[in-house]
């Protein structure tokens, strides 16, 4: 039976089922706000007004932190009723903040974790309803016309033959991206990770604003690579595009979550969809080729389509450490510290890294020690970073950051950041330096 038809009997055979907890079924405007796409929350808003007739989902498509913002700008009068997107730690941004209400779904045979990570807040005030993984896709046809390798690790990335050929969407305008950098963060190290982040980073072609802007130039050739959330690949090839995926060792799985705001004005709608989206016929909506989401209910793994991983099997997960209150603590300084230190630097990086692809291959047709050494100097100022671990999560700079960035930045905060530019331009001269010397030693 094809796959949209047997959806449409699942979802079918739900919506004939009463709604239990809601002893009158909700009615009127509900109001989401979310980072997700129209092929994802279409089918959802369909189907929860066909299950719930009278109701009107109105959504409205902001990217995680400009969400985050709307919803703490307009708490005084909210017209939000949920908020839907990825970032857990943008969840636990708006709980610190008391803008979200604890709920608990009625949903059954949700497990309580994911590895070692719990599915739903432990306090009730955000739900997971979908696993989320973060790796790299890649268009087959791009590489192997241009005789690409496929990438297994994110130091792959780093490498000469990948220059110039990757995309990625910033940190600081995309929650699933600021996610991966967390999780390579949390995995390697602050220190290693940074390294690992700003060495790729150096080969990218495009930093883009949107989430959708790198699977989009991925599917259509105009890059060979992209990082991004595993949604976007497994889409994609639902679609046909010719692309593959991997999740790297330093990754993790984490829930993408949905949660009540403060002061819904439409809260009974609000409960009810978040009920919808862990039932089994709202699990199955995941499994449309658009949309190709990992679910939280295990049991909706007997019907998936082929192909489609079940992430409760992977082996790494296990393992897979993720710590959302550290993570959490420091969301705006990572988000400032790549866009000063590699958004806004980027011209700079990229040409420091393209030098030392040409030391390195200089080096290899003619072995010189000191050509080697100044590659290894230049590639240590390159991941230099002016903020530690324990700073970054520290009372200086989280009261630096409290504010709401762009226009409000505090003095404080535009203070760092000004001296986080000035680092990484003269960190970046000086590497770019030493590898073109290492090219002349090596000739």
Known sequence: MPLTRRLAM???AGLALPTPGHAQAPTGKLTIVTSFSKEVTDPFKAAFEKAYPG???DIQNRNTNAGVKFVDETKANNPVDLFWASAPDAFEVLKAKG???AYKPKAEGVPEKIGQFPIHDPAGF?????????GIMWNTRYVAAQKLP???????LATAPYFDHISMAAPSRSGTTHLT???ILQTAGWDKGWGIIKAFSGNLRSITERSFGVPDAVNSGQVGYGIVIDFFAFSAQGAGFPVKFVYPSLSTIVPANIGVVKNAPNAAAAKAFVDFILSEPGQAILFDPKIRRLPVRTASYAKAPEGLPNPFEFKWVADAKFDVEKSEKRFAVVDALYDQLVTFQHDALKAATKAIHEADAAIAKKPNAEAAKLV???RALIAAMPVTEADAAGPDLAAAFKGAGGKDKAPRQAELEQAWASFAKEKYAAAQAKAEAAVKAAK
């Open 10 to 12: 699942i979802v079918a």
């Open 55 to 57: 109701t009107n989902v």
């Open 99 to 101: 803008l979200l209400e």
């Open 126 to 134: 955000y739900s997971g309803f979908a696993a989320s993984g973060y």
């Open 150 to 156: 496929e990438p297994k690790e994110w130091q792959d």
């Open 181 to 183: 950098l967390e999780a």
């Open 376 to 378: 290894a100097e230049a």
